[in-house]
């Protein structure tokens, strides 16, 4: 049986998603996807990995809720959908009662923290400098074989990739939140969203909200990609069981915190120089005034 309501955290990368999704995968009537991400209605060319396709029916789709799909609340979070050009139409075909999420982060910050992210995740080497990341994405504009990496400038230009989805959905079905507003406020934008599904925001009350995720610099960076996989296998493991999972939850966050204590170095790495940050200022000028328009009038601030 197809759920009441579906929430997708549809964008973007490196901007709170996966703090947002973990906080709402414990409200009781809401049911987690297996995997934070299920890329389902990517395009399929789009460079990441998927274990299940929007060729492959919506029973396939349905397959990645099985554990509680009798939740009346489906969750997904896949922020890459927001720059894949076909996704917005995928959805609105598919889903008929579905509300998309979308947190929007200074681009240049964003280009910092994925910078630091591609390091942890061994997308780049150690010794690749930001400036040199960089001026890369500003020499080439990226084709269908661009590795997701190399695609994070352009994706800082939000406005654009979000148009499709204002051509497809309802405004009040259609969540856009800044990054540091978020931060910020993390309650306000859980209300937001759970009054949006009628689902009792009561539980946040007393929920204790961390930052999940964070981009750090590690010492070993194979240590910390085991130490990934080993986090995502016991998630995996107690993905049906609530009880579990919130007793995983209350050991997993300090020894998170001990373990980055552990395998974090402070940066010795320079930021971005002045000229090209005012060439990013100048490639992202007018990026505020188009995302003000776009949520009718309404002045955006990063």
């Keep these: 049986m197809p759920p009441k309501t579906n929430v997708i955290i549809a964008g973007t990368t490196r901007a709170g998603t996966t703090s947002l999704f973990l906080y709402l995968a414990d409200h009781p ?15 399929n060319n789009y460079p990441l990995e998927r274990v299940a396709s ?39 075909e598919t889903l008929d009662d579905v509300h998309l999420v979308f947190l929007l982060r200074d681009p240049i910050e964003r280009l910092q923290s994925w910078y630091q992210y591609a390091i942890q995740r061994g997308l780049i080497p150690e010794t690749e400098t930001l400036e040199h990341w ?30 499709a989805y204002f051509g497809h959905f309802e405004r009040q079905r259609l969540h856009v939140w800044s990054h540091s507003a978020f931060q910020r406020e993390p309650r306000l934008y859980l209300q937001e969203i759970c009054d949006a599904i009628s689902v009792h925001s009561d539980f946040f009350q007393d929920y204790t909200l961390e930052q999940y995720n964070p981009s750090f610099q590690p010492r070993s960076v194979e240590f910390h990609l085991r130490y990934q996989r080993l986090s995502e296998r016991i998630r995996a493991a107690v993905l049906g069981r609530r009880t579990f999972r919130r007793m995983l939850a209350g050991i997993k966050r300090p020894l998170d ?46």
């Design 29 to 43: 009537s809401i049911c987690r996807a297996v995997r934070k991400e299920t890329r389902f209605f990517l395009d």
């Design 54 to 92: 929007f060729e492959s029916g919506y029973d396939a789709y349905a397959q990645l809720f099985e554990p509680c799909m009798q939740n009346p609340v489906w969750l997904e979070a896949t922020p890459d959908y927001l720059h894949s050009p076909g996704t917005a139409t995928r959805i609105a």
């Design 134 to 163: 960089i001026r890369q994405q500003l020499e080439r504009e990226p084709s269908e074989s661009t590795p997701q990496h190399e695609r994070v400038l352009t994706q800082g230009r939000y406005s654009i990739d979000l148009q």
């Design 257 to 302: 915190s001990i373990y980055r204590t552990m395998n974090a170095v402070h940066s010795s790495r320079e930021g971005i120089p002045n000229d090209l940050h005012k060439q990013l200022e100048a490639y992202y000028d007018g990026e505020i005034q188009r995302l003000s328009e776009l949520l009718g009038g309404k002045q955006w601030r990063w």
